[in-house]
C-alpha cells in the first residue's frame, strides 16, 4: 500500500498544538505517528510523512496537512490525534476510548476504520466506534479515502494509564494491514515488540487467542461474533 501518515496539529508550544491534559495530544500523536510510519515501512509499505512542524494558525497547519497529503497518490490517509472532553480526573474504572473519524459511510476509509477500532479496543480501550464526520478540513478535502484516528483521551486517567505509545501503533498497523512486525531475532522481550505475535518455545508454535467477551444471551454473542467477522476478525463462539 501508499499511506499517508500525520500527526495532528502544531508542535507543543505552538499556536494550534492540541488537547492538554494528563498527556499532551501533539507530543504524544507524533510518538505514534512515528512508530506507525516505521512499522509501515517495515512491512514493505510505502508511507509518506505529513506532519506539520511549523504552522502559524489552526487553520495553516490544516492547509499544510491538506497540501502535503494531496501531493501524493496513496490508497489511504491517516491522521492520528488524542480525544479530550471525558473530564475523568480521579479515574473512574472505567475508559472513554478510541473512535475512528471518516467523511461519509461510504468512504472508502471505512473497513480500515472499523478494524482500527477493533484492533484498539483489543488492548483494554472501550470502542466508540467509526463515526462520520463532515465538518472536518482534512477528512473533506483529502483526495486519498481518509481517516481520522481518536486514540484515545488525553483527560480520562483511566485511558492514559492504560495508553502506551508502542502498543497504540502496533494496534493501528495491524487495523490497516492485518500484520505485525516480528521482533528482531535476539530480542530480550519478544512480547513487547509486537503484543499479540506468535512465539516459539522449544520448536514448537504457541498460539494464544483473545476473548472479546462472555455474554449470558447467546443472540449478544452472536451480535459481537457478527460485528468482529464484518471487521475482518476471525470468530467463534464457544460454550463456557
Same mark, same amino acid.
Given at each position: 500500500?501508499?499511506?499517508?501518515?500525520?500527526?495532528?496539529?502544531?508542535?507543543?508550544?505552538?499556536? #494550534?498544538? @492540541?488537547?492538554? +491534559?494528563?498527556?499532551?495530544?501533539?507530543?504524544?500523536?507524533?510518538?505514534?505517528?512515528? =512508530?506507525?510510519?516505521?512499522?509501515?515501512?517495515? &512491512?514493505?509499505?510505502?508511507?509518506?510523512?505529513?506532519?506539520?512542524?511549523? +504552522? *502559524?494558525?489552526?487553520?495553516?497547519? %490544516?492547509?499544510?496537512?491538506?497540501?502535503?497529503?494531496? $501531493?501524493?497518490?496513496?490508497? %489511504?490517509?491517516?491522521?492520528?490525534?488524542?480525544?479530550? +472532553?471525558?473530564?475523568?480526573?480521579?479515574?473512574? +474504572?472505567?475508559?472513554?476510548?478510541? /473512535?475512528? &473519524?471518516?467523511?461519509?459511510?461510504?468512504?472508502?476509509?471505512?473497513?480500515?476504520?472499523?478494524?482500527?477500532?477493533?484492533?484498539?479496543?483489543? %488492548? @483494554?480501550?472501550?470502542?466508540? @466506534?467509526?463515526?462520520?464526520?463532515?465538518?472536518?478540513?482534512? &477528512?473533506?478535502?483529502?483526495? #486519498?479515502?481518509?481517516? &481520522?484516528? /481518536?486514540?484515545?483521551?488525553?483527560?480520562?486517567?483511566?485511558?492514559?494509564? %492504560?495508553?502506551?505509545?508502542?502498543?497504540? #501503533?502496533? $494496534?493501528?498497523?495491524?487495523?490497516?494491514?492485518?500484520?505485525?512486525?516480528?521482533?528482531?531475532?535476539?530480542?530480550?522481550?519478544? /512480547?513487547?515488540?509486537?503484543?499479540?505475535?506468535?512465539?516459539?518455545?522449544?520448536?514448537?508454535?504457541?498460539?494464544?487467542?483473545?476473548?472479546?467477551? $462472555?455474554?449470558?444471551?447467546?443472540?449478544? $454473542?452472536?451480535?459481537?461474533? =457478527?460485528?468482529?467477522? *464484518?471487521?475482518?476478525?476471525?470468530?467463534?463462539?464457544?460454550?463456557?
Amino acid at each position: 500500500m501508499r499511506i499517508n501518515v500525520h500527526a495532528g496539529h502544531n508542535p507543543d508550544g505552538k499556536s #494550534a498544538c @492540541g488537547a492538554i +491534559g494528563f498527556i499532551r495530544e501533539s507530543t504524544e500523536a507524533r510518538k505514534v505517528k512515528d =512508530a506507525v510510519i516505521s512499522q509501515l515501512r517495515q &512491512l514493505g509499505h510505502t508511507v509518506y510523512d505529513c506532519t506539520c512542524e511549523n +504552522g *502559524t494558525s489552526q487553520s495553516d497547519v %490544516l492547509t499544510k496537512i491538506v497540501n502535503a497529503c494531496n $501531493a501524493h497518490t496513496v490508497d %489511504l490517509d491517516v491522521s492520528i490525534h488524542f480525544n479530550s +472532553g471525558a473530564k475523568d480526573s480521579s479515574g473512574n +474504572g472505567k475508559t472513554t476510548g478510541v /473512535e475512528v &473519524l471518516v467523511y461519509s459511510v461510504s468512504s472508502k476509509a471505512g473497513p480500515y476504520a472499523e478494524k482500527v477500532c477493533v484492533a484498539v479496543a483489543g %488492548l @483494554g480501550f472501550r470502542n466508540r @466506534g467509526v463515526k462520520v464526520r463532515t465538518d472536518l478540513r482534512f &477528512l473533506k478535502q483529502s483526495k #486519498a479515502p481518509a481517516m &481520522l484516528v /481518536e486514540c484515545c483521551f488525553v483527560d480520562d486517567r483511566d485511558d492514559v494509564q %492504560l495508553y502506551d505509545c508502542q502498543r497504540m #501503533a502496533d $494496534a493501528i498497523v495491524y487495523g490497516i494491514t492485518g500484520q505485525r512486525v516480528q521482533p528482531a531475532e535476539g530480542s530480550a522481550d519478544p /512480547e513487547a515488540a509486537a503484543p499479540g505475535a506468535e512465539t516459539t518455545v522449544s520448536g514448537t508454535k504457541q498460539m494464544y487467542r483473545v476473548q472479546v467477551g $462472555a455474554y449470558s444471551v447467546k443472540d449478544n $454473542a452472536t451480535a459481537m461474533q =457478527a460485528k468482529l467477522k *464484518t471487521a475482518g476478525f476471525d470468530a467463534i463462539i464457544v460454550n463456557a
